[in-house]
């Protein structure tokens, strides 16, 4: 599943803590959860409703909607709006779906913002490397050259109100990386317009957004990924949104084996091993910046964090050395509380 | 009286006989509601109903009603408890395994001796540790509402039974496992409703696709309403039935799975992780026994992983395995073995790597740390034309690769996730037919393969749960 190839953000490993919601809740709200395969993960929501069955309905209603952003942006799917446009934008502007086009959009955003490390084109070499893995051999100097040309967001027009143009015979779109953020989004569109005042969307892990709080809670406690199992950092999500990204770990043979996270600038997988998580207003953001500042590290990562307003990000070592920057949402070290808990 | 009891029981005993009959792929239904319809309405004719006095009068109307009665019972009272149960007209009895886990050695004892002493009693043994399969999210809800998301995976995170029917069927080749588990309900509607139907489906295709047996609980909510008569719970079983009858087609056969891995272990709690990642990823394995190991041949296999330690002949063995081409993955290998004598050719924190003869023999550091990354280290560790199967779009498929006979194989497949996926298939071997069914499209829809040098490719147009692929051979 392509989704998955280089939509996979690391894990985020989190506990959202809602002790004594079940006595605040008391007959008036219920809790309802389910879950839905889509994009190569698993989504799932959890909402407190008094009435289970609209909270089940507006539910199946965020679903529907991230089922169909999935139809939408599969490169998988031959039939898809985004492999269709794969297949025919080149050197001709395609009319795509409003959502595929504010999708573009949201991604070409973090491509500016990152100077080009976040870059939706460059699937090309996703699949190279993807392929390469399977083989379990890198990929040839030769084979890079050549796909090279065919990465660079510069080179995707966005022509208002819904065409897209792209000025390379061989550039193709993958929004594995920001895809699972928008239908975040928009899934809590979705709960809203149910009137749903109470829920948490995660996607796989990767991305949580959280609408409003749990019953008697100031929001929604979720823990953030930590490859050092030292710090166990945790953030209060209330209307705001989490992702993390961290680069798989794909063999206990070979130390060189690459992961899934391709830096545009080296043409290679990245050699990191820092997880980072960062906390915004939407998913979409959320979603696009953790790849961003994954690959642009902490240091030029800070600096731009601290250009953009209402962002957190955390980046943490395996050997528990972190980095943390906020224009405003706060994450927190709860190491010894989390401890005392379990 | 009920209107059943007053149908001439020679009806009831011909029904019965049209009834399946015991064997492969078979469902047993919990039954704890105290009305249950007639077995001839239901389609089934085993149910499962709990042992103690106040379930007597529902015992004595399962057995009116045409069932074959069986009752659960403790393995430490088993033996005490079965001529009573004999006495009782009761079909048999289902033996509850001690333990967390298949110790099925343990267990294979007692159950002989139960079948010696009342041969007419049918004895099934449900071990440990079964589970509801299913695609889990990563929250986990528990009673203190507590939800915690966290995943060792990567990909979708499967809860599947398949290490557990595989290892059961070592010790125990001609049985079918008997798997059972009770069910996940996570919230306030599901535990009042009880699962979706789908949940139901997916327990059956699992168990039949991967050679089990099942005891399926149903919620209550259903039981009381297919007595009722209740149209929508009927509906919903017609569904279940359906499955049912689907997966029940290879009774009295045990399909070999087609697997060209072997791992050697004798205790399934230390491996089960890392082989449950196996099986995740499509990785046809076998068990061994370090038993069958030490007596059989073993050149069959591509690759052997033991976890079990490996006496001197036992290392020898291996070695010779490897030195014809094979690949040995030992995990957590302690010994003075032979390979050792020479430098490894490559080492690291978590592996030494040994070249021996035409092949090579990689020792891992004990546990294994992600086991994710060791099934695709499995992976990578075959050659190319080494790799039996291999599934694309398929993230939450489990497939099983029977040799059925000379000239067809089959396929079956599992989707956990329960919406319908395209799955594209890459077979070891060259088939020229290729036919598929579903228990909702029922049999049978050709598909056009490709060839590519010794593999087939094909394209499964929808997969919901479970469907078969028959593949024929020139």
């Known amino acids: ?342 | 009286m009920t209107s059943s009891m007053r149908i001439p029981r020679v009806i009831l005993i011909l029904a019965c006989m049209l009834l399946p009959q015991p064997g492969w792929g078979r469902v047993l239904i919990r039954w704890t509601e105290p009305a249950i319809p007639s077995s001839h309405a239901l389609g089934i004719s085993d149910v499962v109903i709990d042992w103690g006095p106040q379930q007597q009068a529902l015992i004595e109307a399962a057995k009116n009603k045409g069932f074959h009665v069986y009752t659960e019972v403790a393995a430490e009272e088993a033996h005490a408890e079965a001529a009573r149960i004999a006495r009782e007209g009761l079909a048999g009895i289902v033996v509850k395994a001690s333990g967390s886990s298949p110790a099925p050695q343990n267990h294979q004892r007692l159950i002989q001796a139960i079948r010696s002493a009342y041969p007419k009693l049918g004895i099934l043994l449900l071990e440990p540790g079964g589970k509801q399969p299913q695609m889990r999210g990563t929250m986990v809800v528990n009673r203190n509402g507590i939800l915690e998301v966290s995943s060792p995976t990567r990909q979708p995170w499967i809860d599947s039974n398949v290490a557990l029917i595989r290892f059961e069927r070592v010790y125990d080749p001609p049985e079918a496992p008997l798997i059972g588990f009770e069910w996940n309900l996570t919230d306030d509607l599901e535990r009042k409703l009880g699962p979706p139907p789908e949940d139901y489906l997916l327990a059956i295709a699992e168990a039949g696709a991967f050679d089990a047996d099942l005891i399926l609980n149903l919620h209550p909510k259903l039981q009381q309403g297919l007595a009722q008569g209740d149209k929508e719970s009927w509906a919903i079983w017609q569904r279940i039935r359906r499955y049912i009858a689907f997966y029940s087609h290879r009774r009295g056969q045990h399909l070999k799975p087609l697997a060209n891995i072997g791992v050697i272990t004798d205790d399934y709690d230390v491996s089960y992780e890392a082989v449950n990642l196996l099986a995740r990823h499509n990785i046809p394995f076998r068990f061994i026994t370090p038993q069958e190991f030490a007596s059989s041949p073993v050149e069959s296999l591509a690759l052997i992983i033991a976890w079990s330690p490996l006496n001197e002949s036992s290392a020898r063995k291996m070695a010779d395995f490897a030195s014809s081409g094979g690949t040995a993955v030992l995990v957590g290998g302690q010994g003075a073995f032979p390979w050792r004598s020479r430098p490894p050719i490559r080492k690291n924190e978590n592996a030494a790597i040994y070249s021996e003869g035409a092949g090579r023999i990689v020792e891992l550091s004990e546990p294994i740390v992600d086991p994710e990354a060791f099934a695709q280290d499995v992976r990578r560790l075959l050659k190319p034309q080494q790799v039996e199967m291999s599934l694309w779009n398929a993230l939450t498929v489990l497939a099983n690769h029977y040799q059925k006979s000379g000239t067809e194989d089959v396929l079956e497949l599992v989707n956990y996730s329960e919406e319908p996926l395209r799955v594209q298939v890459r077979l070891k071997g060259i088939f020229s037919t290729i036919r598929y069914e579903t228990p909702e499209r029922g049999c049978c829809q050709p598909i056009t393969p490709t060839q590519d040098h010794n593999f087939t490719e094909f394209i499964v147009p929808q997969l919901r749960i479970g469907g078969r692929v028959h593949l024929g051979r020139e």
């Open chain 1, 1 to 342: 599943m392509r989704w998955l190839e280089t939509g996979h953000s690391s894990l985020l490993s989190t506990l959202l803590w809602l002790l004594g919601c079940a006595s605040a809740l008391g007959a008036a709200q219920q809790f309802i959860y389910k879950k839905q395969y889509a994009m190569g993960t698993v989504y799932e929501i959890a909402a407190y409703d008094p009435s289970p069955e609209r909270a089940s309905k507006a539910i199946e209603a965020a679903f529907h909607r991230i089922v169909e952003l999935d139809h939408m942006m599969s490169n998988f799917d031959e039939s898809s709006d985004l492999s269709r446009l794969n297949r025919s934008a080149h050197f001709h502007a395609e009319p795509v779906p409003a959502d595929l086009y504010r999708a573009i959009q949201d991604s070409l955003i973090y491509s500016r913002l990152s100077g080009g490390k976040f870059d939706i084109s460059v699937a090309p070499l996703v699949d190279a490397w993807k392929a390469a893995q399977t083989r379990g051999q890198p990929l040839s100097a030769s084979v890079i050259e050549k796909l090279r040309r065919c990465v660079g967001y510069q080179q995707i027009e966005m022509i208002p109100p819904n065409r897209i143009e792209f000025h390379s015979p061989c550039l193709r779109i993958d929004l594995g990386a920001i895809g699972k953020g928008y239908a975040v989004d928009r899934a809590a569109e979705a709960l809203r317009s149910y009137g749903l005042q109470s829920a948490l969307i995660n996607a796989g892990g990767s991305t949580i957004y959280a609408l409003g709080a749990p019953p008697g809670q100031p929001g929604w406690l979720v823990h953030l990924r930590d490859p050092s199992r030292r710090l166990d950092p945790t953030v209060l999500l209330q209307d705001d949104s989490v992702s993390t990204s961290e680069q798989n770990r794909s063999s206990l043979i070979d130390p060189e084996a690459f992961g899934h996270i391709i830096n545009p600038f080296t043409d290679r997988p990245v050699n990191a091993t820092l997880a980072v998580s960062v906390v915004a207003r939407t998913a979409v953001a959320t979603d696009g910046l953790s790849t961003t500042l994954f690959l642009m590290g902490p240091q030029e990562g800070g600096r731009l964090v601290r250009r953009l307003p209402d962002v957190a990000a955390l980046w943490v070592s395996p050997a528990g050395k972190s980095n943390w920057v906020s224009t405003g949402p706060q994450i927190m070290m709860h190491h010894s509380a989390i401890h005392s808990l379990r």
